[in-house]
């Protein structure tokens, strides 16, 4: 019929504009690679902010004693204490909780969030066991996760440069969120000191490290999407410090800024770009992080109904609201494999108000989340890639030397086709021979663990 055909034609239209084959991916990588230079060589250089984390050397299994980390960077935060054994005990004892933060707080005031957060981490300290030991008259120290653009200006200190991932929170730019950190632990009687402000992408870094000394970079693919790698400190034009003993300089890509006009975009991206709280921000995120890959199957959804009638005459009224369809449900529907694609019916019933969708229709559905998150996934391929060209392990050397890449966020452990189509679009682009070298290792939820590591590395009893 001719609603169908209409349907097909949009299907047809978002594919071919949402298509990465080989040499598009290769021209993201190279434009990765050369961003990544332009923003080394100067502040403001490039859509990549290439910032220096001050971590100049990760955790090498001699730290030891007890270390917080608290973990603030999407829906939830976390806050962990680890007990340290050193090079024997490694990690000998651990706990961790973790709160979610409500959703009026996300878009509240600075003081507000800080507040419930330190309230939350005092009421974690209190619950501290038998088995963690403080050496007499030492202050507590926490390692901060931090998941927001900041420019730092030591170890353990940085002002934010914008906020990202649906927070929008007044007075936090600009300001040094360890001193708003201290201050709310102050408020609630509680004594401890933050000895690291680091990003999620350092955090895991430093906890793949510590797990695997192969680990070079890590990604996050979560609610939004970044990166860090170790840079050598002499390829640094912008770092006009000393160079640290160890030659070394871990690097916050904050990747998910990254644009670029070999990005296929469509109209739908450019649509949720510019009704988003960040226009014209974090493009190259918007087409890859979990916040946003339901967010554009809904809107191609609510075209095919405006165009094609696809759930009948009327516009279901649920399908009109951002944010709705979430990635969870997308994966969901994604990957059903029952022969009537029963879950994705029940998808659309429960969590759209559709009901009886034929199987034609689900079908449909089902291509149309295979699109998105073969797109996504792809992107965030020729991003490694292009991380993998800048440090030269792109091409086969004569070491063997392994290449390990430490990834952690919800999308890449529970959007399985996601992870997989990453993986082997990774293995295609390099061939054979640099695969058998380069290793993508989950790090479930390693940047707790960094953050606690690279508070003990720069504890103030060292
Ligand atoms: P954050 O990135 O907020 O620190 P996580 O790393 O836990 O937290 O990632 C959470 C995000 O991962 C969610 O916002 C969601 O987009 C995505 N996600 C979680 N579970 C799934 C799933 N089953 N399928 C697809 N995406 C998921
Ligand atoms: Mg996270």
């Known amino acids: 019929t001719k609603r169908w055909g ?18 598009r991916l290769r021209q993201v990588a190279d434009a990765v690679a050369v961003e990544m230079h332009a923003g080394l060589a100067s502040e403001g250089g490039s859509k990549l902010a290439m910032i220096i984390s001050y971590v100049d050397s990760l955790p090498t299994g001699q ?7 608290l973990d603030l960077g999407g829906t939830n935060f976390r806050v962990l204490r680890v007990q340290l054994g050193g090079k024997e005990g490694r990690v000998v004892k651990q706990e961790c909780e973790e709160i979610s933060i409500p959703t009026h707080l996300m878009t509240g005031s600075s003081h507000e969030l800080f507040d419930f957060i330190a309230a939350a981490l005092a009421k974690f300290v209190a619950s501290e066991g038998e088995d963690f030991h403080l050496p007499e008259g030492r202050q507590r120290e926490l390692g901060f996760t931090f998941s927001f653009p900041v420019k730092q200006s030591s170890i353990a200190s940085g002002t ?13 730019v600009g300001e040094d969120v360890v001193a708003e950190l201290s201050r709310a632990l102050d408020c609630q009687g509680l004594d401890m000191k933050v000895t690291a402000l680091v990003n999620d992408t350092i955090g895991t870094l430093a906890g793949g490290r510590y797990d695997d000394n192969d680990v070079v970079a890590a990604v996050i693919l979560g609610t939004g999407t970044n990166a860090a790698y170790v840079e050598r400190a002499n390829a640094i034009p912008k770092w006009h410090g000393l160079l640290p003993k160890s030659g070394d300089m871990v690097i916050n890509m904050e990747w998910g800024n990254f644009r670029s006009t070999h990005l ?7 649509a949720l770009d510019a009704e988003s709280l960040n226009p014209g921000e974090q493009i190259y995120e918007k087409l ?13 959804l609510l075209k095919m109904t405006q165009e094609a009638s696809l759930f009948g005459d009327d516009i279901p009224p649920k399908l009109k609201i951002p944010f709705i369809l979430t990635t969870p449900h997308m994966s969901m529907m994604h990957h059903d494999r029952s022969p009537d694609l029963r879950t994705v019916g029940a ?8 009901q009886n ?9 089902v291509a149309i989340c295979d699109i998105v998150a073969k797109r996504g996934a792809r992107l965030a391929a020729a991003g490694i890639l292009g991380i993998l060209k800048k440090l030269g392990r792109d091409i086969p050397g004569s070491d063997k030397q392994r290449t390990v890449i430490a990834i952690d966020g919800g999308l890449y452990e529970h959007y399985t086709f996601f992870s ?9 682009m390099l061939g054979e021979e640099v695969s058998s070298s380069v290793v993508i290792k989950l790090a479930n939820d390693g940047s707790g663990i960094g953050a606690a590591l690279l508070a003990a590395a720069h504890s103030q009893y060292l």
């Open 63 to 69: 730290e030891k004693g007890l270390f917080y980390a």
């Open 6 to 23: 209409r349907a097909a034609a949009v299907l047809r239209d978002l594919e071919e504009r949402c298509a990465a084959p080989p040499a």
């Open 264 to 270: 296929p975009l469509t109209e739908f991206d450019q």
């Open 357 to 365: 969708t034929s199987l034609k229709t689900r079908r449909l559905v």
């Open 160 to 172: 934010l440069i914008k906020w990202t991932k649906g927070f929008s929170i007044d007075g936090t």
């Open 420 to 428: 997989e189509t990453l993986e082997s679009t990774l293995r295609d």
């Open 347 to 354: 998808e659309l019933r429960d969590i759209l108000g559709i």
């Open 288 to 300: 890859i992080s979990g916040m946003y890959l339901g967010e554009i199957v809904r809107r191609v």
